[in-house]
T-cell receptor
């Protein structure tokens, strides 16, 4: 257990569906991240929130919409996804998004399949 | 562009030693991380290097040479449970982590 939980663990959705991924951290951290992990590719940073403010949006399509209501919770709202969006979506948290040492703690991920 | 290179896959024998290399080209450098990821699980932190030299932590050691843009992770006394992917990540000048694609390590009895 890393102190970061994600639900659901698995999700299958059609291209017209709307769904949300949830992440919660119990570590008292101030920064939270969404990553996309595809097979044999580097982790792709999607969004960063630091003290509830979005600080990074790495050219992510608008069909992915993040929400960070407080420092402990992070959501990723999905709509009109494409089959190439099928991947493992990882949430992570760290004490701060900047600074000399910021180990990130990862959740177990949501395995998303878009049909 | 920014780039992290590490071998795609390595195979080693139980009880042996293996070295996983990572080379990087990034805009700035603010530390290098190694993570372990078992199949279907979350990546977990192994080590952090920001100064040149060797950091030892039990059976695992990590080395950094900033002038060469090079790091390695050394695993000793390999155990079957060490079969996993090992991810190298560099923090750039904006404190953003740039990730390698990971090295899948297969341990054979």
């Amino acid at each position: 257990e890393t102190g970061v939980t994600q639900t659901p663990r698995h999700l299958v959705m059609g291209m017209t569906n709307k769904k949300s991924l949830k992440c919660e951290q119990h570590l008292g951290h101030n920064a939270m991240y969404w990553y996309k992990q595809s097979a044999k590719k580097p982790l792709e940073l999607m969004f960063v929130y630091n003290f509830k403010e979005q600080t990074e949006n790495n050219s992510v399509p608008s069909r992915f919409s993040p929400e960070c209501p407080n420092s402990s919770h992070l959501f990723l709202h999905l709509h009109t996804l494409q089959p190439e969006d099928s991947a493992l979506y990882l949430c992570a948290s760290s004490q701060d998004a900047s600074g000399p040492y910021n180990e990130q703690f990862f959740g177990p991920g949501t395995r998303l399949t878009v049909l | 562009g920014q780039n992290i290179d590490q071998p795609t896959e390595m195979t080693a024998t139980e009880g042996a030693i293996v070295q996983i290399n990572c080379t990087y080209q990034t805009s700035g450098f603010n530390g290098l991380f190694w993570y372990q990821q078992h199949a279907g699980e979350a990546p977990t932190f192994l080590s952090y290097n920001v100064l040149d030299g060797l950091e030892e932590k039990g059976r695992f050691s990590s080395f950094l040479s900033r002038s060469k843009g090079y790091s390695y992770l050394l695993l000793k006394e390999l155990q079957m449970k060490d079969s996993a992917s090992y991810l190298c990540a560099v923090r750039d000048s904006n404190y953003q982590l740039i990730w390698g694609a990971g090295t899948k390590l297969i341990i054979k009895p």
